[in-house]
C-alpha cells in the first residue's frame, strides 16, 4: 500500500469520525477562509505592520463567516452586503469610541436588529461595531476603517473565486437541469402506473428544480440583466403549467379507453415531446447541439382525425375524442414554450464575450419585513431586546471585556426556542475550551510569530470543520478570535476567565428572551395563516370563474394561484418553526392540508391552460368555481371560529349541471355532424372541447378541495381561541 493511499485512508476515517460530510469542501473552504485570515497577519508581521495585519484579518474574518452557512455556493453580493455591513459598523464604533456609553446603547440593539430585518446586513454591522468599541484602536481611526474595509473585500473576492471545491453551478447548468426534470415529469405523465403520491413527488421535483432556475436567474442580475435567462425560465413554466394538465387528461382517457395507446399512439406522443425537453437540456449544456422539437404531433393528429372518421356513434365516445383534441393542443402548446425557448437557450449556451452594462444597479433586494405577524420580525425584537439587556449591564456593572457579553447575546439568539438551546449549548463549550486554550497560549508563547502560527492553524480548523458541528466551529473560531483580538492590543491570560462568565451570562440572557418572549409564536398564530391559505385559494378558484366569463384578463388567475403558494409557503414555515417550539407539534392534519393545497393549485393550473387554447361558452364551469371558492372560505371562516367543517354540497350540485350541460353539448354536436360532416370550426364544437376538457380537472378539484378543507379544519375543531391576542411575556407559560 503506498504512503497515498494511506494517507487517503486514515483522511477518510478522520473525515468520518468528525462527521464531515464533504471533505473536499471543508479542505477547500478550510484552506481559503484560513488563508484570508492568516496571509494578512503574516505580512504585517514581515513588513514590520503587525497591528495593521492584524486589522486587515479582522475585517476578513467578519466577513468570511457570513460564507460558513453556504462555502460551495456563496455569492458575490452577499459577501459585498456584509462588507458594506462591516463599513457601516466600524465608522459608527468609531465615532461613538469615545465615552458615548448610553448611546451606544441604544444604538447597538438597533443595528443587531436591523441585520435580522435586512439579512444582508446580518450580525456584521453590530459585531464591527462591538469589537471597535472594545478596545483602544490599534491604528488611527481613518486608516482603521481603510484597514477593515481591504479585510472585508479580500474575503469577498477570494472566496467567490472559480475554486474546484465550490458548488456554484452555471446559469446553463441549472437551466439545463431543469429542463430534464420537466422532461422526466413530462414522461410520467403518460405513466399510469404511478399513484398520486408518486406524481405528486415528480411534480415536486420539477417545481423546485424550475424555482431553482427561476433564483439563478435572478442572482444574475446582480452583474447583468439576461433577457435570455428570463425567457427561458418563462417557457418551462408553462411547460411545468402543460405538465400537469397533460396528466389529468391522459388519466381521464385512460379511464375510459383502455387500449386508446395503441389506437392513437399516446406514448409515442409522449415520448416525442420528452425527447423535445431533452435536446434542450442537452443545448443548455453542450453549446454544439441544437434543439428537437417535437414531431410526433402530426402522426398524433392523423390518428386522431382517422378516430373522428369513424363517427362516434355514442357520447362516451365522442368526449374520448374531446379529450384527445385537448391532448393534442396542450401538446401543441408545449412544443410552442420549447421552441420560443429554443434561440435564447442556445444564445446562452453559445461562447461569446459579453461587456457588463453599465448603470446596472448592484444594490441587493431588501426586503423590509416590518409585520408583526412575521417571524423574522419578532426574532428581530428578540435580538434587538437582548442586545439591549447585555448593553445595559455593560453601563452599568461595568464587566472587564464587556463587550464580549453583548457579542454572545447577538449571536445566540435564534429564531425560535428549541434553535437557541442548541446553540447556546454548543457555543458555551466552545468559548470555554477556545478560550482557555487562547489564554493557555497567551502564558506559554506570547510572542507574536508563535500568536499568527496558532492563529493559522485555529483558523483554518474553523473553517474546515464548520461543516460538520456547530460545537467545532465556535471553538476554534473563538480560539483564533481572541489571539486575534490579543494580537492587536495585547491583553492578559487571567482575561479568558472573565470572557467564559460572560459567554454563560449571554447564554442565559438568549434563552430567557426565547422562551419569555412569545416562545410560541407561530402555534397561536397557525389558525391565522392556515385561514389566509385557504381563502387565498378561494381567491385563486374565484378569479378563474371571472376569466372563464371573460371579466378578467387569463393573467389574473395565473397571479392569484402563485399568490395562493406563497400563502402556502408561509404555513409550511410556520410548521417548520413549531417544531422547536416549546412543547409544540405541527398537526398532522395541518401537514396533510399543505399536501392537498398543491393538487388544488393544479386542478386549477389544468383549467386555467385549458381556458388559454380559447374562449368558448363557459357553462356552468364558473358556477363550479364559486361554489369551490365559497367552501374553502366557508372552511376559512370554520378554522378562526374553531369549528368543525360542514360541506353544504353545493359544488356537487354545479358539477351535476356541468355533466348535463355536456350531454347537451354532445348532442348539439352530434346533431351538427349529421347536418355537415365537414364543419369542424363551430360554436358548439368549440364549448364541447373546453367543457370536456374541464370535466375531469372540476371533478378533482371538487374532490381535493374538499378533503384540504376537512383536514385544515379538523386541526382547530373546537379550539375557539382568540385570533386578536397577540403573545407577550405571559407566554411563557
Known sequence: MSGRTVLRHWAGRAARALKVEDPRLALGFGLVGGACVAVPLIIGLVTGHPEKGAVISTGAWLVAVRAVRIPGSVRMARLLGATFALALGTLLGILLVAGHDWLLVLVTPALAALGIVVPVMGPTAALALLLTVAHPLPVDPIPHLGLMLLGGLLST?????PWPWRGHLPLTVVLSGTAASLAQLVDAAAD?????????????????????????????????????????????????????????????????????????GLSALTTALYRSLRSMSEALANPGSGVELALGIDDFKRRVDALRGERPKEERELLVLVMLRQIEHCAERLTAAVGKAAGPALELSSPRLVLPQLGTPVTPEVRYRLAWDDPGFRHALRVGLG???????????????????????????????????????????????????????LMIAPH???????????????????????????????????????????QRPQLAGARVGLTILGGVIALACTRLLWPR???????????????????????????????LPQEKAEEAIRKASRATLTVSTSLDHIAHEPGATPPEEVVEAVGLTQRVRDDLISVTSVL?????????????????????????????????????????????????WLGTLAERRLDELDAAPADSATKVRRALLQAAAVDHAMRSLNSESARLSESATAAFAGNRADRSDRPGISDAV
Open 157 to 161: 473576492v477570494v472566496l467567490t473565486l
Open 192 to 264: 399510469q402506473s404511478l399513484d398520486r403520491d408518486a406524481w405528486d413527488e415528480r411534480r415536486r421535483v420539477a417545481s423546485a428544480s424550475l424555482e431553482k432556475a427561476r433564483k439563478a436567474c435572478a442572482r444574475r442580475h446582480w452583474q447583468r440583466r439576461s433577457p435570455q435567462a428570463e425567457a427561458v425560465v418563462a417557457a418551462f413554466r408553462r411547460v411545468l403549467y402543460e405538465a400537469v394538465t397533460l396528466r389529468g387528461l391522459y388519466t381521464a382517457v385512460y379511464r375510459q379507453v383502455p387500449d386508446v395507446d395503441e389506437r392513437v
Open 387 to 441: 442586545t439591549l439587556i447585555a448593553m445595559l449591564i455593560v453601563v452599568f456593572a461595568k464587566p472587564a471585556y464587556p463587550q464580549w457579553l453583548a457579542i454572545t447575546v447577538l449571536v445566540t439568539i435564534q429564531p425560535t426556542y428549541g434553535e437557541t438551546i442548541a446553540k447556546a449549548g454548543a457555543r458555551t463549550l466552545g468559548t470555554a475550551i477556545g478560550g482557555l486554550a487562547a489564554a493557555m497560549v
Open 448 to 490: 507574536r510569530w508563535s500568536l499568527a502560527i496558532l492563529i493559522t492553524i485555529a483558523a483554518l480548523l474553523a473553517f474546515g470543520m464548520a461543516s460538520a458541528h456547530f460545537a467545532y466551529w465556535i471553538t476554534f473560531l473563538n480560539m483564533f478570535v481572541l489571539l486575534l483580538i490579543d494580537f492587536q492590543v495585547p
Open 521 to 551: 409564536g407561530e402555534t397561536v398564530r397557525l389558525g391565522d395563516r392556515v385561514a389566509r391559505m385557504l381563502r387565498a385559494h378561494a381567491t385563486a378558484s374565484r378569479t378563474l370563474a371571472q376569466v372563464s366569463r371573460k371579466e
Open 612 to 660: 388559454r387554447g380559447g374562449r368558448a361558452e363557459p357553462g356552468p364551469a364558473p358556477e363550479v368555481l364559486d361554489a369551490v371558492a365559497d367552501r374553502l372560505e366557508d372552511a376559512a371562516n370554520a378554522v378562526e371560529a374553531g369549528e368543525s367543517y360542514q360541506s353544504g354540497g353545493e359544488v356537487d350540485g354545479k358539477l351535476a349541471d356541468l355533466g348535463g
